[in-house]
């Protein structure tokens, strides 16, 4: 069956469209995370660890349940895992809105939110994408979903901000809620036909032999680990960077522009390294990302925190955000093919999200025993230089496909 008989009148380009939004309400909303930890905690009398361990729950959860997700998605479809996620993420938003307790926030934030995520974000979307679009548009179509993506990282702050300062952290997580409820009619565009998910036909070993193979593989394994690294740097930069600028003398709309420069300059980043994925090594391409992260760590660092700098950081960062993740999925869909690509990309965005659990809970953990973050941001430069090492090695030959599972129509 053809590409284009299998996705019926979802073309191409729709499902670009919907999926690209979908990315920017999920990861806008994530995004703004950040915002609400001192608003909250001030008001609860929490310590900063309280809310940074259900953010760090939550991307656990995520993580966990993302390859269950992207099976689904596989076997049924891109459309069902994201109207799931979506109504799992609204709930998850709203039970937030009313957290006073810390088991409350770890439910809400952490738990539900989680879920919402795993079935709303990039793994989920770029299977979809991959299973439409011809192999050699595959790096730049992923790409352009994430710069589109991104547009939600940097808006979502100054509204959210403003939502905060008007109706409060509560009523500002509400509407956020009626934002992600908008996910809901995208999913209709993101339904596949059996065929187009790649679950027409295909024995229940096919995707047990695709993972076996994957875990035999090295690459998926470094690959694996630069992500863990990603998933550290994000989270904990966006969870504790408003804090750490209030430290020193910043105030809450510093943090939170900085957060959208990430989110707008991200925009450019991705789009450039879908673009140049397409054309050069991806392995290389993150090589060179994580040694610029860990330049531009070490950069913030050392110099005095003033606004220009904050600025600076937030912009240079932003670039390199999420250029990782076009890079990586490409990779994956390259090595292992596309019919099992959201299970094998939801596998290596669980070791994203491990890194995500760490860099969120050790960012509270390490301030409230040491009153600082500096610990954790000499960590962060030393994982980048670890993370850029181990994609050297990787290369980009296709892996043999077991005969059960066949890849579908790419």
Known sequence: MSRAAAQGWRGPALVLAAGALTLTVSLGIRHAFGLFLEPMSRDNGWTREVFAFAIALQNLVWGAAQPFAGRLADRHGAGRAVLGGSVLYVAGLLLMATAHGASTLAVSAGVLVGLGLSGTSYPIVFGAISRCTAPERRSLATGIAMAVGSLGQFAMLPGALAAIDAVGWAGALVALAGLGATMAPLSAALRERPAAAGAAGAPGAGAREALAAALRHRGFWLLSFGFFVCGFHVVFIATHLPAFLADRGLGPRAGAAVLALVGLFNIGG???????????????????????????????????????????????????????????????ATLFGTRHLAMLGGVVF?????????????????????????????????????????????????????????????
Not at 270 to 298: D, T, W
Not at 353 to 378: K, N, P
Not at 381 to 389: D, N, P, R, S, V
Request: proline share 6%; glycine share 12%; with cysteine.
């Open 350 to 410: 669980f070791f994203h999200q491990v890194g995500a659990f760490l860099g969120g809970w050790l960012g509270g953990r390490i301030y409230v025993a040491t009153g600082s973050y500096d610990v954790v941001w000499w960590l962060s430069i030393a994982l980048a230089l670890l993370a850029a090492l181990v994609n050297v090695p990787v290369r980009e030959a296709p892996v043999a496909r077991p005969a059960a599972a066949p890849e579908a129509a790419a």
């Open 270 to 332: 991705s789009y450039c390294a879908g673009l140049l994925g397409g054309r050069m090594s991806k392995p290389g391409l993150l090589v060179g990302l994580y040694l610029l992260r860990a330049a531009v760590i070490a950069a913030f660092v050392l110099a005095p925190v003033t606004e220009g700098s904050a600025y600076a950081f937030g912009a240079a960062m932003g670039f390199l955000w999420l250029s990782t993740v076009p890079l990586t999925n490409g990779t994956i």
